[in-house]
């Protein structure tokens, strides 16, 4: 495997992200302390997972990658935004992220509530602002349809609920799975069906990308918990044992380590026999895919 | 003029816009706990006034004005999370509102941050499901687009910011606008844009029922603060004097209380001009401008 095709492949669309959301905040008519929550908090992002999955996806459709940028740009901000809202005092009360302290801890709780709620509206605006070269309405809507859907109650705000509902008690791994498949899936899901979408995947390859990014979800998941035993404070940016202390269910808790790690390798094959399926090409996903489950933070 | 003409069209199309909303949560696949949270504070709704701004805009172009049932229950629905996250303990402190108590009151603070994050995005979904026969992928997208300028920094949220940032000191005037243009004005105004834009206006009335808007939510925050200082605490449902109390600058502080009355019926006049001119059967919208600015809560 050619790591290095990953890499500078990473590093491009990156760079075009991270200038694209920049530009995007910057050209807001709006109050400039709002905006600088905004821009801190996009600009402390990690590895940009999704938007990499969704620029690699085109990619595997043999499109040009740089028609996601708007649509990485607004998956990017729904991300940032619940990293904003799960920090808060009232949810997990984080002072730091990623070394960082946390938005809250910089502009208060006020401001970054509505920062949270100003990068969720704008990103619904950012989807529809894709020009009509790239992507028909009927597209468009498509992408702010599903959006929503991954990001709201029967996605991501549902996983966060049961999530928090589920502190401090046993789960069974149908719960965890619950959990895990809407607080982070979802979105995840999402990123790899934008893509495809605008690369114009048709029904069959939309069907088994979907598979793929479902299972690299779970593996992705299923990899935090092991680092959160395993894995190296320095490298992970917190400190390991996390879950445990917080009396958190988690797959090595359920499934013992080994099991975990047995399910980890389960689920990454998983989704590498539905990337196979597409007939596309897909080196790139294989690679990120790899990377989520071996990364060490 | 016919007040019978506007009760019962309120009273039939409050209706129908209440149980639309009921039934587009109620068939939420997400934990009950979030989708009782978001049904008592669309449950504890006022005078839907906006909603009703929509049917009437609709209603004035001569089509149904239930085709504009779904972006009644999305705008509805960018109200209330605005309500639910204004009370929270970190902005307003708000432990009650129309006599109920406030969302994070019933439901804790995690799970009220949560409900309004989940409206807000179920709102975009909402938009694009107006079904194709009602509205094009076009128009829907526009409804996406302009919602979203409505709803965040370049509208609500940023209002809700320099509202924020203007407590405790004297505003001017220009100042004291900018707030209210954006924190109260941006949405109502949308609600007349998407009563146009569903009911087939041209740009010419398109821009003329906008300039009726935009002087309309004026005059409703300019009738909001004379009812501060004049209204009954048995009608307001809240203390009369609150933002003299809080050191909020309001129209009657900044212009007196005569000139803020002139003010409100400048504004209301500029408004029916603009209606004048759409040379639409504006019966219905007369009514309700004259009802905001006359009522007694």
């Known amino acids: 495997?050619?790591?290095?095709?990953?890499?500078?492949?990473?590093?491009?669309?990156?760079?075009?992200?991270?200038?694209?959301?920049?530009?995007?905040?910057?050209?807001?008519?709006?109050?400039?302390?709002?905006?600088?929550?905004?821009?801190?908090?996009?600009?402390?992002?990690?590895?940009?997972?999704?938007?990499?999955?969704?620029f690699a996806t085109i990619n595997a459709l043999g499109k040009d990658p740089k028609d996601g940028l708007l649509a990485a740009a607004a998956i990017e901000m729904i991300h940032t935004y619940s990293l904003i809202h799960d920090d808060l005092p009232s949810m997990d009360n984080d002072d730091f992220r990623r070394g960082m302290p946390t938005n809250h801890k910089v502009f208060g709780e006020a401001i970054a509530i509505l920062a949270g709620d100003a990068l969720l509206t704008f990103s619904f605006e950012v989807i529809g602002q894709i020009p009509?070269?790239?992507?028909?309405?009927?597209?468009?809507?498509?992408?702010?349809?599903?959006?929503?859907?991954?990001?709201?109650?029967?996605?991501?705000?549902?996983g966060q609920v049961a999530?928090?509902?589920?502190?401090?008690?046993?789960?069974?791994?149908?719960e965890l799975e619950y959990i895990h498949i809407h607080k982070t899936g979802k979105l995840l899901k999402y990123s790899v069906i934008a893509g495809a979408l605008l690369g114009g995947a048709n029904p069959s390859q939309l069907e088994n990308l979907s598979a793929f990014a479902h299972h690299l979800g779970l593996a992705f998941q299923i990899q935090d918990d092991i680092l959160d035993v395993e894995g190296t404070p320095e490298v992970?940016?917190?400190?390991?044992?996390?879950?445990?202390?917080?009396?958190?269910?988690?797959?090595?808790?359920?499934?013992?380590?080994?099991?975990?790690?047995?399910?980890?390798?389960?689920?990454?094959?998983?989704?590498?026999?539905?990337?196979?399926?597409?007939?596309?090409?897909i080196n790139l996903l294989n690679e990120i895919a790899d990377l989520i489950a071996s990364r060490d933070h």
Do not use: C, H, W
């Not at 109050?31 to 821009?39: F, G, L």
């Not at 468009?140 to 029967?154: F, T």
């Not at 359920?254 to 196979?276: R, V």
């Open 132 to 158: 009509n070269e790239i992507a028909s309405s009927e597209i468009k809507l498509q992408l702010v349809i599903e959006m929503a859907k991954a990001a709201g109650s029967e996605g991501m705000v549902g």
């Open 163 to 174: 999530d928090m509902e589920g502190e401090e008690k046993t789960l069974t791994i149908e």
């Open 236 to 281: 992970l940016g917190k400190p390991v044992g996390s879950d445990s202390s917080n009396l958190k269910s988690t797959y090595p808790q359920l499934l013992s380590m080994d099991g975990a790690k047995d399910a980890l390798q389960t689920q990454l094959a998983q989704s590498k026999q539905y990337l196979e399926k597409t007939g596309l090409n």
């Open 1 to 54: 495997m050619n790591t290095k095709v990953l890499d500078a492949f990473t590093q491009e669309y990156k760079q075009l992200l991270e200038s694209e959301l920049r530009t995007l905040v910057e050209k807001l008519k709006a109050p400039p302390i709002i905006k600088e929550a905004m821009q801190y908090s996009l600009k402390a992002g990690g590895k940009r997972i999704r938007p990499l999955l969704l």
